[in-house]
């Protein structure tokens, strides 16, 4: 027998019981999914609302009835050539399978790009996996608010927002490494540096800028000399030819990716400019893209792999239960190689 529409249950929301509490949404949230920066008034008051309106969310109902999906889903907000073709998302998800590849979960892939479609959100917030690591984000991924909102959720990457609750991650001081490759090219005594910087709508690629420029004004050197790429070797190759057209006297450049400093270099031998004897360059990643070409790249390591497992002992535990640091900063340092 079917039900009249008029008949069928109104399921409560999360704004429902937010309401219904006088609290906001991420208040919510926080008491649903078990964190302890709530006060004991406003736990009462978000539990109240909760029994009165009968709200059961997806990932509670699972945890009463002791089952889990054993599933964790990675997350890349990214075009699925972007993802196969940058070795830096193979090292973290190295690291992730080797740390997960010790417990029961399994990792499953979701290439979300940029808007994801709504069978996609369904998917990741409908009960079909009990956390989700994100790599590689934008400030324009809004739908991540709505992810962190649902289940345990560790970006590989400082999110640019999405601070309430506050987020897990793993990241580097990208700011203070760029600044430290920037700084190795002046120390060189190169006084014409120019910057090929990733996409400002990244943390990493505003971060690794604002580093870089911030030591080449500390060393009295013009800031302007900066050209943008999104992180793959063609863009890092445009970048490079609009930096020589508009400084044809550049004699070193920071390249905020080994991907883009390899087209970089490229580009420089299309030109007639020896590395590292005319341009000195320095690129960031340290991975295999840096020693695999004529031309070994003299970059910033970042520990990619170790970052992964990382993130995966930060899952585990938040879907123990157990209290987690919001975040991890990890080491960088210069390797040095023939390009600089």
Known sequence: MSIAPSARRVVPTLEAVAAAAGVSRSTVSRVVNGSSQVSPEVLEAVQEAIRALNYSPNRAARSLANARTLAIALVIP??????????????????????????????????????????????????????????????????????QDTIPVVYNGRPMRFDDPPAYFVDVDNAAAAARGTQYLIDRGRKHVGIIAGPPDMPAGAD?????????????????????????????????????????????????????????????????????EDVA?????????????????????????????????????LLRGESVDHQCIMETHIVERDSA
């Open 281 to 317: 360059v320095v690129g960031f990643d340290d991975s295999p893209a840096a020693s695999s070409g004529a031309i070994q790249l003299t970059t910033v390591h970042q520990p990619a792999e170790a970052m992964g497992a990382k993130m995966a002992q930060m899952m585990l535990s």
């Open 78 to 147: 990214e075009e699925t050539s972007r993802f196969f073709g940058d070795p830096y998302f193979a090292a973290i998800v190295q690291g992730i399978t080797r740390e997960l590849d010790r417990s029961d979960y399994v990792l499953t892939l979701q290439l979300a790009q940029s808007r994801p479609s709504e069978k996609t959100i369904r998917y990741l917030t409908g009960g079909n996996v009990d956390g989700a690591f994100v790599v590689s984000h934008h400030s324009g991924n809004e739908f991540l608010a709505t992810l």
């Open 208 to 276: 690794r800028a604002e580093g870089s420029l911030r030591a080449l004004s500390a060393a009295g050197l013009a800031v302007d000399r900066v050209a943008y790429g999104d992180f793959t070797q063609l863009s890092g190759a445009r970048a490079m030819r609009e930096l020589l057209d508009r400084f044809p006297d550049t004699d070193a450049v920071f390249v905020a990716s080994d991907l883009m400093a390899t087209g970089a270099v490229s580009v420089l031998g299309e030109r007639g400019r020896s590395v590292p």
